[in-house]
Nanobody
Framework: QVQLVESGGGLVQAGGSLRLSCAVS????????FDWYRQAPGKQRELVAR??????TYANSLKGRFTISRNNAKNTLYLQMNSLKPADTAVYSC?????????WGQGTQVTVSS
């Protein structure tokens, strides 16, 4: 069983930055695809960013503000979030695709105040 644990969420003022981490319970060297998703209250979950085979993709509305990265030596996925807006308030979760199975973390709350 693979476990993912997010951290780094919290309360930040608009314009501020946060870096989310997703610690994985096994080696990430062979894990091809990681995603960050978010879900705001009353809204559908949306894909924020993906890193797959070294290629990164982002939701169009977030390009230039968010950066996804991974450190295989630390078995950790990151999401750097800059210029945060109140609309970015949501629970952020990481997801790993391993052998056609998906694994999710429990999520971390990000709240951006105006």
């Amino acid at each position: 069983q693979v476990q993912l644990v997010e951290s780094g969420g919290g309360l930040v003022q608009a314009g501020g930055s946060l870096r989310l981490s997703c610690a994985v319970s096994r080696s990430t060297f062979s894990i091809n695809t990681f995603d960050w998703y978010r879900q705001a209250p009353g809204k559908q979950r949306e894909l924020v960013a993906r890193i797959s085979a070294g290629t990164t993709t982002y939701a169009n509305s977030l390009k230039g503000r968010f950066t996804i990265s991974r450190n295989n030596a630390k078995n950790t996925l990151y999401l750097q979030m800059n210029s945060l807006k109140p609309a970015d308030t949501a629970v952020y979760s990481c997801r790993a695709l391993i052998a056609n199975q998906e694994y999710w973390g429990q999520g971390t709350q990000v709240t951006v105040s105006s």
